[in-house]
Nanobody
């Protein structure tokens, strides 16, 4: 079993920043990857970013490139998503998830454990 808990969401004005955290516990392994997805009302879940645990390689979806940065803290088993220059279109529930395959990381079906999500609201 793997437990994932997101935090750091909230209300921010357009142009502002937020840092989301995903704390992992339980049976995690060195070849896991942690990904961030988001889902806005009426829309499909969308890939934001992912990071492979064993080599720290980051991967970004189109929505994140140039604005968001994913990073991890090995000792704390926490993955961060730093979001800058936020736009109203970034409003969504943000989820972190664990993949044991560390490939095709943009696909939600590659992930087997999910957190409960944290709401991000960007006001224009």
């Amino acid at each position: 079993q793997v437990q994932l808990v997101e935090s750091g969401g909230g209300l921010v004005q357009a142009g502002g920043s937020l840092r989301l955290s995903c704390a992992a516990s339980g049976r995690t392994f060195s070849h896991d990857a942690i990904g961030w997805f988001r889902q806005a009302p009426g829309k499909e879940r969308e890939f934001v970013a992912a990071i492979r645990w064993f080599d720290n390689s980051p991967y970004y979806g189109d929505v994140a490139k140039g604005r968001f940065t994913i990073a991890r803290d090995n000792a704390k088993k926490v993955v961060y998503l730093q979001m800058n220059r936020l736009e109203s279109e970034d409003t969504a529930v943000y989820y972190c998830a664990r993949s044991s395959s560390d490939s095709r990381l943009s696909r939600p079906d590659e992930y087997d454990y999910w957190g409960q999500g944290t709401q991000v609201t960007v006001s224009s």
